[in-house]
T-cell receptor, first 111, second 114 residues
């Protein structure tokens, strides 16, 4: 069964304290792995797509990496405005556009 | 730059009532989908559509109907509301029905069933 697990469930950081969020996945064949940011009361906002092991993508203080079993979202020198829930989702081969989501990591960055 | 628009933003229903959640996108996307988001459960796929006139079931379809008469609109119907359908509902769209393209989400409808 295709499955996505994110850890930790919640992460509290001080401003400037770098850390990583984990997304472990089990899928028959990976078509793509997606990272989203979700602010309270809003819909998920797309951040990155990763397609194959070894691929990396960066945007401001965020860097996403991918292996054959997991993805990491590295946050370098975070700021309070990075506080949000970060969602990971996978698309499997032969499943069209269907996304399988993890439960998310709630990130809080204190000044 | 409307993107994906969902209405209403909030709704309270009584058990047994029916209602339609509206979703419209202005990006000419082929693929549209409905998810529900519950605490500790993540986003779960209810129904999806790969184009006008074509719909299919997702992971949790029971109690919901959809139709896609135009490319732009993808309404979700609750036939007879139950307290278990209290949730936040998100509509999403994507350029490609084949996947590999990101899905763009609306800001959700928060639904309470009493």
């Amino acid at each position: 069964e295709d499955q996505v697990t994110q850890s930790p469930e919640a992460l509290r950081l001080q401003e400037g304290e770098s850390s990583s969020l984990n997304c472990s996945y089990t899928v028959s064949g990976l078509r793509g792995l997606f990272w989203y940011r979700q602010d309270p009361g809003k819909g998920p906002e797309f951040l990155f797509t990763l397609y194959s092991a070894g691929e990396e993508k960066e945007k401001e203080r965020l860097k996403a990496t991918l292996t054959k079993k997991e993805s990491f979202l590295h946050i370098t020198a975070p700021k309070p405005e990075d506080s949000a829930t970060y969602l990971c989702a996978v698309q499997a081969d032969n499943q069209g556009g269907k996304l399988i989501f993890g439960q998310g990591t709630e990130l809080s960055v204190k000044p | 730059n409307a993107g994906v628009t969902q209405t209403p933003k909030f709704q309270v229903l009584k058990t047994g009532q029916s209602m339609t959640l509206q979703c419209a996108q202005d990006m000419n996307h082929e693929y549209m989908s409905w998810y529900r988001q519950d605490p500790g459960m993540g986003l779960r796929l209810i129904h999806y559509s790969v184009g006008a006139g074509i719909t299919d079931q997702g992971e949790v379809p029971n109690g919901y109907n959809v139709s896609r008469s135009t490319t732009e609109d993808f309404p979700l119907r609750l036939l007879s509301a139950a307290p278990s359908q209290t949730s936040v509902y998100f509509c999403a769209s994507s350029y490609s029905k084949q996947g590999q393209q990101p899905q763009h989400f609306g800001d959700g409808t928060r639904l309470s069933i009493l």
